[in-house]
């Protein structure tokens, strides 16, 4: 069941212009058109902005695979930068690849208009009994 993890526009993604292209049990693909805002001060995509696309395009995938109404959190992820990017249309597929009863994993590519591999991703979340947790919680 796709779903998104907070109200149309007001999610951080969509705040930086990222939309969901798909989003299907276990795998989650994320585009997003780079602009001027999405740069660093070295004219390239800023990688924060990669991370986040990966990070969100995993985290929901597994989320894909959650009963309605639980979430997750990301306990720990890597990113391999491989080339840069300064500007078109970019897109981020995350991938579930196990489950367990606390934890997922999952891995990501992200890749420009031509298909080229830009970097790429894995991370493990923290599966939590509802999308939103307090601040006091641990996880």
Do not use: W
């Amino acid at each position: 069941m796709a779903r998104l993890a907070g109200p149309e526009g007001v999610e951080f993604t969509h705040q930086l212009g990222i939309e969901t292209a798909r989003n299907t049990e276990g795998e989650c693909v994320m585009e997003l058109v780079l602009e001027g805002r999405h740069m660093s001060r070295a004219e390239r995509a800023h990688g924060g902005v990669l991370f986040t696309m990966l990070d969100t395009a995993m985290g929901r995938a597994v989320i894909s695979r959650l009963p309605e109404g639980q979430g997750c959190a990301t306990l720990e992820a890597k990113i391999n930068f491989l080339r840069p990017i300064q500007h078109g249309r970019i897109r981020a597929t995350g991938r579930l690849l196990d489950m367990t009863r606390r934890t997922a994993y999952a891995e990501g590519t992200l890749t420009d208009a031509d298909g080229r591999v830009l970097a790429r991703a894995s991370g493990t979340f923290f599966l939590t009994e509802t999308m939103q947790q307090a601040e006091r919680e641990r996880v």
